[in-house]
Structures are given as structure tokens and as C-alpha cells.
């Protein structure tokens, strides 16, 4: 069948040529195995066996996870995990935007060191050079409608969004105060004198997010409450409680002292700052003393 296939195709005489393949032991020169070949059926054999070669290659690279190792290919599941991970950075990325700018607040909180810009009430646009003080004086009507709103918003400022309830402000220490909130002098606060070692407690409910120690101001106490309120204790002599704390409204947080280089005399040095701006707490606040 061969030779007339053969001698149908015209094949050369020499692809039909046998030979011997054989396996002689090297010691003893015995024959151990031997194959009779031809060149036309090495050519059959190792067609064939490239072809199964190339097939099972194939069928193992489209159907397992030896694809993901071959430069080119990629895998859904590893597209899925970069998608998350890259909207995982994103977010990251984002939430460490916001840490910082709400640490560098902070840090201006304790410094004091923020800027604002107050109005020139003379710089109105309006021309009153031909106004009277009569005409300027607010009617009897506008007076009591100033003095009913004046009331109203110096109880209303931190009214809770959620339940419509008063936010209510407890004293940190009861005394004389030596220095008032002044804005154009950058002293948001007010300081209270108080002798050394008196309980220093805190003015709501809260949690600590700041205690440090500076040479300027001493030991300081940072609380964050509810309603976007933030109080600062300074100069005290020492702390009770440490940062994450929870604490209640009249909680002892601190000890009074008069540490820190900035300070004239054993005092509190206390500020009050509502949505990033700070408040005069004589406002909400008596810190004087009752007998």
C-alpha cells in the first residue's frame, strides 16, 4: 500500500530507505532495543506528535490560569481586583485629604494662628453725608424686633438639627475673668482665674481628639461634641484623661496650673469654636461664681 502510494506521489526511493535504531548497552555491547525506521515515517510521527502538542497546548492556555503567567494575556478576576483596588486608592486618597486639612484646623486652634477678615462698617458704599442722627436711629418698633432677635440666637446657636433640643454648655471652671474674648487682638478666648490644682471639667459631652504638651501653652485638651463644637483647655498642670477618651458634660478632664511661657498667672485658658470659627464663651456661658 505504501509503495503505491509512494509511486503514486512520486516520492524519492530515499524517504522509503530503512534503517535501524539501536539501544546497545555501553559495557557489554548488548542489544537492547532496536526500531526500523524510515525518513517518511519520521516525518508522519513528528507531524503528528506536533500537531497533539500544539492542541494540548492551546486547551491548557484557554481553559486554566496558566494564561494570567504569559505576557499579553490578562484575567477578569485580575481586572475585577485592580478595579477595587484602584477605587480603594482613590477613597484613601480622599480620606486622607480630609485628615489633614481637619489636623491643620486643629493645629490653628492651638496655635492661634487663623486670620479673619472683619467688615469696615464705614466702607458701606452708601452716601450718608446728608443723613441726620435722627434719621440713622432705629425706630421703636425695629428696637424691640433687634432685642427679640438678639435673645433669640443668643440661645439658639447650638440647637440640635435632630431633635430640636437646646445644646447645653456646662461651666469648666467658676471664677473672675482676667482677659475676654478679643478677636482683633487673636485671643479667642476667655481666661479664668482660678487657683492652681482646681478640677478643670469638661463643658458637654464629647470625645478627646487632642492632649499634648507645648511650651507655650502647657498641658491642652482638645474635645470634640456634637453639633460641630470644639473646646480647648489650656495651661493646666496636668491631664486625666487621655486622647479617644469619652467624657461627660462637668467630667473632671484636667488639673488648673499656670504651665507654658505664655501665661501671667495660674488661669484657664478656655475656647469655644462652632463650625471652624470661634465663639465668645461669656455668650452661653457663666463663669462666674455663685454664693
Not at 505576557?71 to 483596588?85: F, I, M, W
Not at 484602584?86 to 486618597?93: E, I, M, N, V
Request: aromatic fraction near 10%.
Amino acid at each position: 500500500m505504501v509503495k503505491k502510494l509512494v509511486k503514486k506521489w512520486r516520492l524519492p526511493e530515499k524517504w522509503l530507505d530503512n534503517y535501524i535504531l539501536q539501544f546497545v548497552n555501553a559495557d557489554t555491547f548488548e542489544e537492547k532495543f532496536s526500531l526500523r525506521l524510515t525518513r517518511l515515517n519520521v516525518f508522519v510521527w513528528v507531524s503528528i506528535s506536533a500537531i497533539v502538542l500544539i492542541f494540548l497546548t492551546t486547551i491548557l492556555i484557554a481553559f486554566t490560569s496558566i494564561r494570567e503567567y504569559i505576557p499579553g494575556y490578562s484575567s477578569q478576576e485580575l481586572e475585577r481586583r485592580a478595579s477595587e483596588l484602584y477605587f480603594k486608592t482613590d477613597s484613601l486618597q480622599q480620606l486622607v485629604g480630609y485628615q489633614t486639612e481637619y489636623i491643620r484646623n486643629i493645629q490653628k486652634v492651638l496655635t492661634g494662628d487663623l486670620k479673619f477678615e472683619l467688615a469696615d462698617p464705614d466702607n458701606t458704599g452708601a452716601d450718608l453725608s446728608d443723613l441726620s442722627p435722627e434719621d440713622l436711629a432705629p425706630s421703636h418698633a425695629d428696637s424691640l424686633l433687634r432685642e427679640a432677635v438678639r435673645k433669640e440666637d443668643k440661645y439658639n446657636l447650638f440647637l440640635s438639627a435632630k431633635n430640636g433640643s437646646n445644646f447645653v454648655l456646662f461651666p469648666p471652671a467658676q471664677g473672675p475673668i482676667s482677659a475676654d474674648f478679643n478677636v482683633q487682638e487673636k485671643h479667642y478666648a476667655v481666661d479664668i482665674n482660678v487657683p492652681i490644682n482646681t478640677p478643670i471639667k469638661s463643658a458637654a459631652d464629647g470625645r478627646v481628639i487632642l492632649t499634648e504638651w507645648s511650651v507655650e501653652t502647657g498641658y491642652v485638651v482638645l474635645i470634640e461634641h456634637s453639633n460641630n463644637l470644639l473646646t480647648v483647655y489650656k495651661h493646666n498642670t496636668k491631664l486625666t484623661k487621655s486622647q479617644g477618651d469619652l467624657v461627660k458634660a462637668g467630667e473632671v478632664i484636667a488639673i488648673s496650673g499656670n504651665t507654658g511661657t505664655l501665661t501671667t498667672g495660674p488661669h484657664l485658658h478656655f475656647e469655644l469654636w462652632n463650625n471652624g470659627y470661634p465663639v465668645d464663651p461669656k455668650t452661653f456661658i457663666d463663669f462666674e461664681q455663685r454664693r
